[in-house]
Each structure stands twice: as C-alpha cells, then as structure tokens.
C-alpha cells in the first residue's frame, strides 16, 4: 500500500457517481456491473484458499481500477495514474485506490518474486 498524495473532496465524486446511477448512464451502468462481476470473481478466489490463483486476483484488481475510473474523471489524476503505470512497468499485476478516489492510498498486488523491483517504484515517487 502506498500512499499517492492529493486532496480531494470524496463527496463531489460520490456526487458525481451517483449522477451517474441516478441518470442510468450506459457507460456508467456497463461499468458498476463489471464491478460487480470482478468484486465476484475475486471473492470466489478468495474462498477457495487456492494460493495459485492469487496472480490472476492481482489481474482483477487490475480490471477493477480501469472500471472504477470510467465511472468519473475525479477518481484519478495524473501523478495516480503516473504512480500506477509505473508501477505495472515493474510488475505490478493490479491495483485499487482505496475510497471514493482522487487521491489517499494505493494499494497493489505484486508477486512476491517482484517485491524487490516494486521498491524502486516507492522510491522514484
């Protein structure tokens, strides 16, 4: 988990995605039940103690953060998705911003092989 910086006002994205729900937007409602789908998938491999799906978990949340972005342009920024990007490049296989977004806490999911080179990415920050 890292921390990404930025300040934010959680209420005007949950705003925004509630106008969203609220409007029934296609793209928005495409993207809360790939949510819903990922979110299930992910509790399946959760429950089924198998340490040898933890990768594709790591994919998911990989899948899960290009979801919740389009849902509104305030759940990410520039230095987030620079953080972010760079840290695939060095073998992150998934993230999820934790809240509502626009800044506060990255949490990331590496293999364990990887753990030495995801340091250089905290490093560069």
């Not at 305030?74 to 840290?87: D, G, P, Q, R």
């Not at 993230?95 to 990887?114: C, Q, V, W």
Request: hydrophobic share 35%.
């Amino acid at each position: 988990m890292c921390y990404v910086g930025g300040s934010h006002f959680s209420s005007d994205i949950q705003d925004e995605v509630l106008k969203g729900y609220t409007f029934k937007r296609k793209s928005f409602m495409e993207s809360m039940q790939d949510l819903k789908d990922i979110a299930t998938h992910m509790r399946e491999i959760i429950e089924s103690n198998d340490l040898n799906q933890l990768n594709e978990f790591g994919g998911l949340l990989h899948q899960g953060w290009l979801a919740k972005k389009s849902l509104s342009d305030k759940i990410s920024n520039k230095n987030i998705e620079n953080f972010y990007l760079t840290s695939r490049k060095f073998g992150v296989l998934g993230g999820k911003l934790l809240g509502a977004g626009g800044g506060g806490h990255l949490l990331l999911y590496s293999e364990p092989k990887n753990c030495k080179s995801n340091k250089g990415v905290i490093d560069i920050q």
